[in-house]
């Protein structure tokens, strides 16, 4: 089985600029999410979707990233305009349908690191 | 207050040693308590998984989980170089997949 899927794997950007993240979750795999891993810092929910809807963006600052599921597969994550307090790791995760996390069901890619200069 | 606390260390053991790793919380809603194990620039992989209270045991690693004290730990056993990593605790309510992540243990284990 392929695992999550994630380009590029680094970005360096000035700050103001705009960059997209990419996501191919796991076959099959209806939920995903995008996490924010700040250095030294456990991931954080930005966005999870289900199928295409979304289920939860409320820890998603809206004024400057937006995110998208097209056809319930792939997905896209933008920053614009980007701070020097974006600088991070975005991981992408895909799950099997709730009730599921714990069986191996919950998968992350190995994410892109951001850095905002 | 943070919902989960975790130390961040570093732990830096010898080969061979008993580790121990823990968590804090604060959400009594929490139900499923995981570890999760981060190799550097990797992305985060399920180590462990319990469900309410008690003990689980997977080779080397033991996980345990004390609601009423609102306190995890993951043991590790004969610890090898191979486990230097980052050590993630993450919970969740009943009724959604959201993780809430503590900030991670970053472990040596030196030959």
């Known amino acids: 089985e392929a695992g999550v899927a994630q380009s590029p794997r680094y970005k360096i950007i000035e700050k103001r600029q705009s960059v997209a993240f990419w996501c191919n979750p796991i076959?099959?795999?209806?939920?995903l999410y995008w996490y924010q891993q700040i250095l030294g810092q456990g991931p954080k929910l930005l966005i999870q979707?289900?199928?295409?809807?979304?289920?939860?963006d409320s820890q998603l600052p809206k004024d400057r990233f937006s995110a998208e599921r097209l056809k319930g597969v792939d997905s896209t994550l933008k920053i614009q305009p980007a701070k020097l307090e974006d600088s991070a790791v975005y991981l992408c995760?895909?799950?099997?349908?709730?009730?599921?996390?714990?069986?191996?069901?919950?998968?992350f890619g190995s994410g892109t690191r951001l850095t905002v200069v | 207050q943070k919902e989960v606390e975790q130390d961040p260390g570093p732990l830096s053991v010898p080969e061979g040693a008993i580790v121990s790793l823990n968590c804090t919380y604060s959400n009594s809603a929490f139900q499923y308590f995981m570890w999760y194990r981060q190799y550097s620039r990797k992305g985060p992989e399920l180590l462990m998984y319990?469900?309410?209270?008690g003990n689980k045991e997977d080779g080397r690693f033991t996980a345990q989980v004390d609601k009423s004290s609102k306190y995890i730990s993951l043991f590790i056993r004969d610890s090898q170089p191979s486990d230097s990593a980052t050590y993630l605790c993450?919970?969740?309510?009943?009724?959604?997949?959201?993780?809430?992540f503590g900030t991670g243990t970053r472990l040596q284990v030196f030959p």
């Open positions: 995760a895909s799950s099997k349908p709730l009730g599921s996390r714990g069986l191996g069901g919950y998968t």
């Open positions: 319990t469900y309410s209270s």
């Open positions: 979707f289900q199928n295409n809807g979304v289920v939860d």
């Open positions: 993450a919970m969740s309510t009943s009724n959604t997949d959201k993780l809430i």
């Open positions: 076959s099959g795999h209806a939920t």
